[in-house]
């Protein structure tokens, strides 16, 4: 007997990635074996990776950046986030225009998932990068009052 929503494990790979994106009507680019897609004020990539292509890795990068004579409170940023929140793991990343916040998703998919299973995987990642935006926002603002 199977319970209803619950279907046979599939594949994840790019093509499935795809399809969902184009379901939940996002526009995405495929650009360096990642789908790219922009979203408020963060663009996301989602990509498979590993060895046998059994990762799905989600990485997000804010749009716009913070001055590197921030780094340390930047750096405090991420590690509260990290040290309170299941995920995705936040970081700095260096650029010529200053600091950018990243953050990357990584779970293993070698086993597939069902359709469900996959939809809310991909609903979290997608959530967790713009809850450390969020996040990072609020906590900035807060110390930048002080």
């Given at each position: 007997?199977?319970?209803?929503?619950?279907g046979?494990?599939?594949?994840?790979?790019?093509?499935?990635?795809?399809?969902?994106?184009?379901?939940?009507?996002?526009?995405?680019?495929?650009?360096e074996?990642?789908?790219?897609?922009?979203?408020?004020?963060?663009?996301?990539?989602?990509?498979?990776?590993?060895?046998?292509?059994?990762y799905?890795?989600?990485?997000?990068?804010?749009?716009?950046?913070?001055p590197?004579?921030?780094?340390?409170?930047?750096?405090?940023?991420?590690?509260?986030?990290?040290?309170?929140?299941?995920?995705?793991?936040?970081?700095?990343?260096?650029s010529?225009?200053?600091?950018?916040?990243?953050?990357?998703?990584?779970?293993?998919?070698?086993?597939?998932?069902?359709?469900?299973?996959?939809?809310?995987?991909m609903?979290?990642?997608?959530?967790?990068?713009?809850?450390?935006?969020?996040?990072?926002?609020?906590?900035?603002?807060?110390?930048?009052?002080s």
């Amino acid at each position: 007997m199977t319970q209803r929503g619950v279907g046979p494990a599939a594949v994840v790979d790019d093509d499935r990635i795809k399809r969902w994106m184009d379901q939940q009507d996002f526009h995405v680019e495929y650009y360096e074996h990642a789908w790219i897609g922009m979203w408020a004020n963060i663009m996301l990539t989602f990509a498979m990776d590993g060895e046998h292509h059994e990762y799905l890795v989600v990485r997000g990068t804010e749009k716009g950046s913070h001055p590197k004579g921030q780094r340390e409170l930047l750096e405090d940023v991420c590690n509260a986030w990290n040290r309170d929140y299941e995920g995705p793991g936040a970081y700095l990343q260096s650029s010529e225009e200053g600091l950018v916040f990243r953050t990357v998703f990584v779970v293993n998919c070698q086993g597939g998932m069902d359709d469900d299973q996959f939809d809310r995987l991909m609903k979290y990642a997608m959530a967790g990068s713009d809850g450390f935006l969020g996040f990072a926002q609020g906590q900035l603002s807060k110390i930048r009052m002080s």
